[in-house]
């Protein structure tokens, strides 16, 4: 079943009027003439309740993101999408091509030295020090589990040479890839005119990102600790991922946030033989509309299978 949050552009005034009401609309679009349907309108498609055949439904009458997109990866099925294929910042879901790229070239064993340029990155970071020393595995525990900018960095020096070589490791590989509505202008995620991505190429990119077993074990850590070499400072990392340890089976991926960007989230989540993907792009509310969301799929999934 894919459930669609779309609608004309004509029948904004109606719909209003029907849920000023109080009367629900449900499959409203079905009912419509096809050159109507063609056309698209963000105002309705942020005003219709979303309900499935079975009375399943998501509490809101205004989708509560930019984007969404929610898959359950066993048989490929869309349970619901909203603009899943328009073009968003995805802020610091980008570290998820920068580990996958990290993981390719480099070593986890690998000594990294801290630049001073990746000692200034802008928050979040860890405060690291130039002239410190980590492990590539420690720096990427930083950028995945905290979302540490000065971590990000340093591995991508050490991995790329610098930042703009790196990237263009990561454009490369989003195109040998076919995520063809996806472009890096750099590896941490900040905003740029020519810095996007859509929910379509964040979920494929995540489902090969899952793959790679480091990737896939940092993703889902509640903490970790991680040391410099040369140092005796312990840096404490918290995963910003709140859905961990509060959902049985959330198992990552990467939460992200720029003032362009809004709130972003990518979750996996495995209960009872369902494997979810939920992508959530720009929402000011991620935590209650994704586990609105995760409930649901998992209804869904339930009972349709």
């Keep these: ?22 009367i629900l609309i ?9 050159s109507a349907e063609a056309k698209r309108s963000s105002v309705s498609s942020r005003s219709a309740r979303v309900s499935s055949s079975d009375g399943t ?8 993101a930019h984007s969404i997109l929610l898959k359950e990866l066993n048989s490929g099925r869309v349970l619901y999408e909203h603009e899943s294929a328009k073009r968003l910042s995805p802020a610091s879901l980008t570290k998820i091509m920068s580990a996958l790229v990290i993981l390719e070239r480099g070593r986890l064993e690998d000594l990294v030295t801290v630049s001073p340029t990746a000692a200034r ?21 930083g950028m995945l589990i905290m979302s540490a900018n000065d971590a990000c960095l340093a591995a991508v020096e050490h991995v790329g040479g610098d930042e703009p070589q790196f990237v263009a490791l990561m454009n490369a590989k989003a195109n040998a890839l076919g995520l063809s509505d996806t472009h890096f202008s750099n590896a941490c995620g900040f905003d740029h005119p020519n810095h996007y991505s859509t929910a379509e190429d964040l979920a494929r990119l995540s489902i090969i990102a899952l793959e790679q ?9 509640e903490r970790a600790i991680i040391m410099p070499i040369n140092g005796t400072h ?8 709140r859905l961990l340890g509060r959902i049985p089976g959330v198992e990552g991926v990467k939460t992200g946030f720029t003032s362009k960007a809004g709130r972003c989230l990518i979750a996996k989540v495995s209960q009872n033989g369902n494997d979810l993907l939920l992508v959530i792009l720009n929402s000011n509310r991620r935590w209650n509309t994704a586990m609105s969301l995760i409930n ?7 009972s349709i299978r």
């Design 1 to 22: 079943m894919r459930l669609r949050s779309s609608g004309p552009i004509q029948w904004v005034p109606f719909v209003a009027a029907m849920l000023c009401s109080g």
């Design 296 to 302: 649901y799929g998992l209804r869904t999934s339930d």
């Design 121 to 141: 990155a802008h928050k979040i970071h860890l405060r690291l020090k130039p002239g410190q020393v980590f492990r590539l595995e420690d720096l990427l525990k």
């Design 26 to 34: 449900v499959g409203l679009a079905s009912t419509m003439p096809a």
């Design 57 to 64: 439904t998501l509490p809101w009458r205004r989708v509560p």
């Design 234 to 241: 312990a840096h404490v990392l918290h995963n910003t991922n």
């Design 213 to 221: 077993p480091t990737f896939r074990q940092l993703v889902r850590e």
